[in-house]
C-alpha cells in the first residue's frame, strides 16, 4: 500500500514539473521584478529595432507587446491609431505577424486642436512622412497603412473585427473618434489600450474616456505607466 502511494506522489510531481518546465519555456526563469523586460529576449530585440523611431517608453512597449500578444490569439486584425515614425506599429507587427495590423495617421502631425481641453498643438508631430514610415516598415508584410485623418481614413477598410487597438492620439477629439469607431467593432474579450491617460500634457485622454464609459459596462484598467485599458464584454 505504502509503495503505491510513494508511486503516485512521484508520478504526480513528474506531471506537475513537466507542466511547470512547458511554462518556463514561454518566459525566462530569473525575472528582473523591476525591469522585467529587461529578461525577455524576443521583446529586447523588438526594442532595439524601434527605439530610434517611437516616442513611447520601453516600460510602456513592454505592456503593449505583452496585451497585443495575448489579445492576438483571438480573431480579429488588429490596429494603431498615432503611428508618428512607425515605432509601436512595428512592435505590434512583428510581435503578432500572423494578424493584419492597420496603421492610422495624418503622418503630417497632429490635426486641428481644442486649445481648451488639449495642451498638444495642432501640426505637433510633423517630423515624419508616410514616405519614411513606409520604408521603415517595409520588412513588415502584415502592416498596412492607412494615411489620413481618422475615422475618415478606415472607411476604406474592410468590415471587420479587431481584438487589439493601441490608441496614441493625445487629443480630446481624437480620441473621442477613436472610441466610437472602434468599441463596436471590437470581439469580446479584445483590448484597446490608450496612451497618455492622466499624462499632464493629453487631459483630453482621459476626458474622452470619462465621458464614453458612462453609459457602458466597462472600466478603464490603468497601469502605472500612463497606459488604460478597456477590455470589451461580451
Ligand atoms: C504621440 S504621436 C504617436 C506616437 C507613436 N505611437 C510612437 O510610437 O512614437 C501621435 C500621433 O497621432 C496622430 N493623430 C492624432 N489624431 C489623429 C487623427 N484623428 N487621425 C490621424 N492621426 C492622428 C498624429 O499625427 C501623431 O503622429
Aim: net charge negative; aromatic share 10%; glycine share 6%.
Amino acid at each position: 500500500m505504502k509503495s503505491a502511494i510513494k508511486v503516485i506522489i512521484k508520478s504526480a510531481y513528474k506531471i506537475a514539473n513537466s507542466n511547470i518546465e512547458g511554462f518556463r519555456n514561454r518566459l525566462p526563469i530569473n525575472l528582473n521584478q523591476s525591469e522585467p523586460w529587461n529578461d525577455v529576449e524576443e521583446f529586447r530585440i523588438r526594442m532595439s529595432e524601434i527605439k530610434q523611431h517611437t516616442l513611447v517608453t520601453e516600460d510602456r512597449c513592454f505592456n503593449i507587446y505583452q496585451y497585443a500578444k495575448y489579445a492576438g490569439s483571438k480573431k480579429g486584425d488588429i490596429a494603431e491609431v498615432g503611428v508618428y515614425r512607425g515605432g509601436t506599429g512595428m512592435l505590434l507587427a512583428k510581435t503578432c505577424p500572423s494578424k493584419t495590423v492597420h496603421l492610422f495617421d495624418t503622418f503630417s502631425g497632429m490635426p486641428q486642436v481644442d486649445p481648451v481641453v488639449d495642451r498638444v498643438r495642432e501640426k505637433d508631430f510633423s517630423d515624419t512622412s508616410l514616405e519614411a514610415v513606409k520604408i521603415f516598415l517595409s520588412c513588415c508584410d502584415n502592416a498596412v497603412l492607412h494615411p489620413g485623418l481618422f475615422p475618415n481614413s478606415a472607411r476604406t477598410i474592410p468590415d471587420g473585427l479587431f481584438c487589439f487597438v493601441h490608441v496614441d492620439v493625445d487629443i480630446f477629439k481624437s480620441v473621442k473618434d477613436c472610441l466610437e469607431f472602434i468599441y463596436d467593432k471590437m470581439v469580446a474579450g479584445g483590448i484597446i489600450m490608450f496612451d497618455d491617460y492622466g499624462w499632464r500634457s493629453c487631459p483630453g485622454v482621459k476626458l474622452a474616456l470619462e465621458e464614453f464609459l458612462i453609459e457602458r459596462e466597462e472600466f478603464p484598467i490603468i497601469t502605472s505607466q500612463s497606459q488604460c485599458m478597456i477590455i470589451k464584454s461580451d
